[in-house]
């Protein structure tokens, strides 16, 4: 997969910033996150032969402790447009707000990280495979800190990528609300 960095800056008004952020893809080879690799694990389980999963076999209670690391999100196509359905209780504690029914174009955050994300949820969609990565962002202590994340594809139709299920490592970050440095 291609190196693919979001350069530093920031927008006025921003939760999430990325001025100096590192966001990184990954091939799966890479990946160390154990919760990532279980995801994927049961991702494979219930896609079978299919190229991806539908939406309606994925059954939470098999991956219960990554409950509050999980993202599920619908697409919208022409254009490209992400909501998000829900976001666990983890995600929501890091990012300092619960941004479940929300679309990503409304949320405040740093538009080079929502560039960054446009395209590996693209490229997910396109080729029906997961997507990997790493971020280094700066959070509130003033420390730059690493998770890695993927994003797998989740079928209505049997047909096209029309939503998603993603997760966010945040396990090694200690705990604090609203981790994500304010501009």
């Known amino acids: ?29 890479e990946v160390t996150s154990a919760m990532i690799r279980q995801l994927a694990d049961y991702w494979n389980e219930i896609r079978g032969s299919k190229p991806y999963p539908f939406k309606k076999d994925f059954d939470p209670s098999r991956v219960i402790l990554l409950l509050p690391y999980l993202i599920i999100a619908e697409y919208h196509l022409d254009p490209l447009r992400v909501r998000y359905r829900l976001a666990g209780t983890e995600q929501v504690r890091h990012v300092g707000e619960d941004y479940t029914g929300k679309w990503l174009h409304e949320m405040l955050w740093d538009p080079r990280y929502v560039e960054f994300w446009l395209t590996a949820i693209r490229e997910m969609i396109e080729t029906g495979q997961p997507v990997f990565g790493r971020d280094s962002l700066l959070w509130t202590d003033g420390k730059i800190k690493e998770y890695e994340w993927a994003v797998f594809p989740l079928t209505v139709d049997g047909r096209s990528v029309t939503h998603s299920v993603g997760i966010e490592d945040f396990s090694t970050i200690e705990r604090q609300r609203g981790l994500f440095a304010p501009d």
């Open 1 to 29: 997969m291609a190196d693919e960095r979001v350069p530093g800056g920031h927008k006025t008004g921003a939760r999430l910033t990325t001025a100096t952020a590192r966001m990184v893809r990954l091939p799966f080879a």
